[in-house]
């Protein structure tokens, strides 16, 4: 079997600016998501691109429009008719655009219905307080649609029923969405959208502030802080009846780390080891090649997953034989849809003697929408030239999936984990598996404690030891973690390992792509 292809799995997802050409795709959606309403004239549009391109956003999938975004910049006046939706936006065209105002208001936010629950708004929210952020304004406004009104305008008021759907007690299409995502309620617009039936006219006026707005400068150079979410699953290996249970279990995980917002979600070291449970095959070495079988469907269930759930998953690491060679490898599936993979470099004895697994020969290190990071796997964390490499590289976190089978096992992890973070002023996070597989060989009892660690120093955890689980127990941790503070920690700490490196006594010398390389 060659090497698969991973671009055959990956969904191109595509943040970018509203063009000009895709008007066509854009009245389509329209007419699909907002069924009885004028869609826009395709002067509104160009007017809104022209005015304010940065403000228009679009999510494209496969090179499909699957969603986009429409703003503008406005002076924030108390006494402004809100409730005019047509003089606010002056009726979609934004010639009113004021480059010096302080708030964003939103004139639109659409999701083509094929592809909801995938959490493209949240993308589109998230990319509008960014534009807040670096145009240091001070809010953003939105007048949101409350389509669910209609099926119980006859039993409740308007805002009878937007207090139950702001209480949980009812759901609303949008307005659940829109203070899921910050936004909070201000009042009630009427005759926002008189064509709009199935809101009866209505719409909310929603707020979110810009906590890192500067009133004494208009721009800012750079964050103070730049937190990166960090979810990290310490998965319980179980006996399962297929795949689907599997899908199941992983799904529930992703799912929960990104209603938590996190950025990445790590998976421990060959969990997949699971589905050994429902097969019939007994040894080792043709167990593991069965196992390698299940590559595809892993690659498309995390990659649909990412994508779905908005989040940049680490899924552990699964058994591949390209070219008739059983290799262990990590693969990073982004949340835009795009994949990356790290094949495990040292081996283990028992993984070569039971499985026949052969070495990677190169530390990758991935750019990601939150920083540069690696990927070691188990093993390789405990040799310190590996992570020399990956920090020479630019990588500000690294991930470790693993798999161990005694304490003695995972405390290796453990401490050489918590060395590297000392050596090269970065974060690790380490995944494992816990639980026992009784009929599955070399994967049959384990032992895990799975932590995100930190340099030592005073700026940090007092151990080290930012968050980690209970031994032995499945659940998730969750953690932010500041690249700004590691950086500047890598520049002004205590001690400066990386940088007081003796390099005219020793160096690293690694061979890559045919090339020998120093550090």
């Not at 009885?36 to 002067?43: A, K, N, V």
């Not at 391109?53 to 910049?73: C, H, K, N, R, Y």
């Not at 949340?335 to 283990?348: A, C, E, F, N």
């Not at 995100?452 to 689980?469: N, V």
Request: aromatic share 12%; charged share 25%; proline share 4%.
């Amino acid at each position: 079997m060659p090497a698969l292809d991973l671009s055959e799995f990956e969904w191109k997802t595509i943040l970018r600016p509203l063009r000009k050409d895709d008007y066509d795709a854009i009245v389509e959606m329209q007419k699909v998501c907002f069924p009885g309403m004028h869609p826009w004239m395709r002067e509104q549009i160009e007017s809104q691109i022209n005015i304010f391109p940065e403000g228009q956003i679009a999510v494209e999938i496969d090179g499909q429009l699957v969603a986009t975004s429409s703003s503008l910049i406005l002076q924030y006046d108390p006494d402004m008719a809100w409730y005019d939706w047509k003089k606010v936006a002056d009726d979609g065209y934004i010639r009113n655009h004021n480059i010096r105002g302080d708030t964003l208001y939103g004139i639109e936010i659409m999701v083509h219905p094929d592809f909801r629950g995938m959490k493209l708004a949240r993308r589109l929210y998230d990319a509008r307080k960014e534009l807040c952020r670096e145009l240091n304004l001070r809010r953003m406004i939105i007048g949101g649609r409350i389509p669910g009104y209609g099926k119980h305008a006859e039993q409740m008021s308007a805002r009878q029923y937007v207090d139950q759907v702001c209480a949980k007690q009812k759901f609303d299409p949008v307005l659940t969405a829109q203070i899921a995502n910050g936004f909070a309620l201000q009042g009630l617009l009427p005759n926002y959208f008189p064509s709009d039936e199935a809101s009866r006219g209505y719409a909310t006026f929603l707020e979110w502030r810009n906590l890192d707005y500067m009133p004494t400068t208009k721009r800012r150079s750079s964050h103070v802080i730049e937190p990166i979410r960090l979810a990290v699953v310490q998965y319980a290996l179980r006996t399962i009846t297929g795949f689907d249970e599997f899908a199941r279990q992983c799904e529930f995980f992703i799912d929960t780390a990104s209603e938590y917002h996190s950025d990445f979600v790590l998976f421990p070291e060959l969990f997949t080891t699971q589905l050994l449970s429902c097969t019939n095959v007994t040894r080792p070495g043709h167990a593991a090649r069965h196992l390698a079988e299940y590559t595809p469907q892993y690659l498309d269930l995390f990659t649909e997953m990412a994508v779905r759930y908005d989040i940049n998953v680490i899924g552990g690491s699964q058994f591949v034989v390209e070219n008739g060679t059983l290799f262990n490898v990590s693969y990073l599936f982004r949340r835009d849809g795009t994949l990356g993979k790290q094949y495990k470099i040292h081996v283990t004895p028992s993984e070569r003697k039971w499985w026949g697994v052969a070495p990677g020969s190169k530390v990758e290190v991935f750019d990601t929408d939150c920083g540069r990071v690696a990927i070691l796997i188990c093993y390789d964390i405990e040799f310190p030239e590996l992570v020399r490499i990956a920090a020479n590289k630019g990588a500000q976190i690294i991930f470790v999936p693993f798999n161990t089978d005694t304490r003695h096992g995972y405390l290796r992890i453990r401490h050489c984990s918590l060395a590297r973070c000392v050596e090269n002023h970065m974060y690790v996070a380490v995944s494992g598996c816990t639980g026992n597989l009784p009929f599955v060989e070399n994967s049959d009892i384990h032992y895990a404690q799975s932590a995100i660690f930190t340099p030592a120093d005073a700026e940090f955890a007092r151990d080290a030891i930012a968050a980690e689980t209970n031994a032995n127990i499945e659940t998730m941790i969750i953690h932010d973690v500041d690249l700004e503070q590691s950086r500047r920690h890598k520049l002004m700490g205590s001690v400066q390992n990386f940088n007081d490196r003796r390099t005219d006594l020793y160096k690293v010398v690694y061979q890559e792509d045919g090339e020998e390389h120093k550090i």
